[in-house]
């Protein structure tokens, strides 16, 4: 399968940056929960970015130990700001006095 994946790497991107959100909201179109909804939009939202993560794993399986502390890095530095950004953006659109809320 990961050959499969590695010689159509742009389908499978597209096809799994579509199914995925489908998976993610038949919850909500099963039941009808208005709050589950909320919920999954958040998460779907991130469909594209997983979609790629997954596919760039099966293609370079085993990263090598050099590049692991700078990856961390930058993984966590991407994590704070786009944190911050988000958290901004509630606390300014929602009107909520407490942005951890």
């Not at 096809?15 to 998976?23: G, I």
């Not at 999954?40 to 050099?66: E, K, N, Q, T």
């Not at 786009?82 to 929602?94: D, E, G, K, R, Y």
Request: hydrophobic content about 50%.
């Amino acid at each position: 399968m990961a050959r499969w994946i590695k010689e159509r790497q742009l389908t499978v991107y597209f096809a799994a940056t579509y199914f995925f959100p489908w998976l993610l909201f038949l919850p909500y179109l099963l039941t009808g929960n208005e709050q589950a909804y909320g919920i999954l939009l958040l998460v779907g939202i991130f469909c594209p970015a997983f979609a790629g993560i997954l596919i760039s794993r099966v293609i370079s399986p085993a990263p090598d130990r050099a590049h692991r502390s700078r990856k961390r890095i930058a993984f966590l530095l991407t994590w704070a700001l786009s944190t911050l950004i988000f958290t901004l953006n509630v606390h300014a659109t929602s009107g909520i006095d407490s942005p951890a809320a």
